[in-house]
């Protein structure tokens, strides 16, 4: 088997089993309510790191660049109550325009 | 858009009517629309995440390209795509291979940016329905962006992560296929902002989650984590380790929780009126 197929169905295989875990198995037991709690939080501190990575991250650096623009521009928009479409479509406008210059 | 996210309690059918239109120019997989007893519907899901059709196209275009430069088989590129659906383990998984890179390095970068889906999974475990074949079939249209707009001010509607995950899907497999078959003649998405789309989105779905002190430690915790990884760790780590920013839960007794529900309740009903 060439690497390429390799690579291709063992992260196929185990992508597909990190996603189906939690669903299949945690399935509909409630959890404690300390630790729905607890869980309820993953979504921000998620998110968080999503923004950080997503708009300050370069392989293993962190670059302040159009991106961050972008993001600074999306974050007036929200405090604005723009709509998400607005946000996001500000937030690429303003790289591609600085990119273009 | 983040109003019709917000949405519990439906809205004029006129709204309705324009979404429909809206959903089947965009070519949205046709599917039966039922109202749920919890409110949420597949077609709130694929309204929500239209904005971000382009953008998950370009992508999805882009990896196509890319793989086919590094000599994946076009085969492989798709079967990566419908099986993997997670674009940033599948760039890496490129670049790696694409770098002269072993097999193993690529499987251990692209599996440590997918572990991320462990936590994300387990917390939205409680909404997925039915038995385990329907439950495994519809945890695979978990992705960021399914997740984070299911996410209705901490709690999460199955029918908005499916309908949003099902959209996306198609986009990204299909993004793939055109990528694919067209080869580099395709622009850099980077050049139309594309990548400042996606920061972008998950602050705006952040915002929306701000509502407890707890909530914005917890933010600030996992993005001060992630931050301070990225140069020390392998991608993906960042992420995976900003989970820990949850733990902040465990500082307070419930009942400061639950008291900060109902202001939380009540700026969501406000963003819907707005």
């Known amino acids: ?17 990190i996603k189906a875990a939690g669903p299949v198995l945690a399935g509909d037991r409630d959890l404690p309510e300390r630790a729905g709690r607890v869980v309820d939080l993953v979504a921000p501190a998620l998110l968080a790191a999503l923004v950080a990575t997503n708009a300050l991250a370069t392989d293993d650096r962190i670059v302040i660049d ?11 928009a929200i405090l604005l109550r723009a709509p998400l479409l607005v946000v996001v479509i500000a937030a690429a406008a303003t790289a591609a325009l600085l990119r273009a210059f | 858009m983040l109003a019709s996210v917000a949405d519990e309690t439906g809205q004029a059918e006129s709204r309705r009517e324009a979404g429909r239109a809206r959903e089947t120019a965009a070519g949205a997989p046709r599917r039966e629309v039922r109202p749920s007893p919890r409110g949420g519907r597949y077609r709130d899901g694929v309204r929500a995440v239209a904005p971000l059709v382009p953008a998950v196209l370009a992508f999805g275009i882009s990896f196509g390209v890319l793989a086919r430069a590094a000599g994946f088989p076009g085969a492989a590129s798709l079967v990566m795509s419908a099986t993997t659906f997670a674009g940033s383990a599948q760039f ?45 079939l519809e945890s695979q249209l978990l992705v960021d962006e399914s997740w984070a707009l299911s996410n209705r001010g ?37 050049t139309l902002g594309l990548d400042a789309a996606f920061p972008a989105l998950f602050l705006a779905l952040l915002a929306t989650q701000l509502h407890s002190r707890h909530a914005v430690l917890a933010a600030l915790t996992g993005g001060a984590i992630a931050l301070v990884l990225v140069p020390l760790t392998p991608a993906g780590v960042p992420v995976i380790a900003a989970t820990a920013g ?7 007794p419930a009942r400061a929780t639950e008291r900060r529900r109902a202001p939380r309740a009540a700026a969501v009903a406000r963003e819907t009126s707005s």
């Open chain 1, 1 to 17: 088997m060439s690497a390429v197929w390799l690579c291709v169905l063992a992260v196929g295989l185990a992508t597909v089993a």
């Open chain 2, 154 to 190: 901490g709690r999460f509607d199955r029918h908005v992560l499916v309908g949003a995950g099902a959209l996306l899907y198609v986009g990204w497999v299909g993004g793939s296929a055109i990528g694919v078959a067209a080869g580099d003649r395709l622009g850099d998405p980077a």
């Open chain 2, 246 to 252: 949850c733990l902040v839960g465990l500082t307070r």
């Open chain 2, 92 to 136: 890496a998984v490129v670049s790696v291979l694409g770098a002269g890179g072993t097999a193993a390095a690529a499987i251990g970068a692209a599996v440590l940016l997918n572990a991320r889906y462990g936590p994300m999974g387990l917390a939205a475990a409680h909404v997925f329905e039915g038995g385990r074949l329907r439950r495994f």
């Open chain 1, 66 to 76: 159009e991106r961050a623009a972008g993001l600074g521009v999306a974050a007036v």
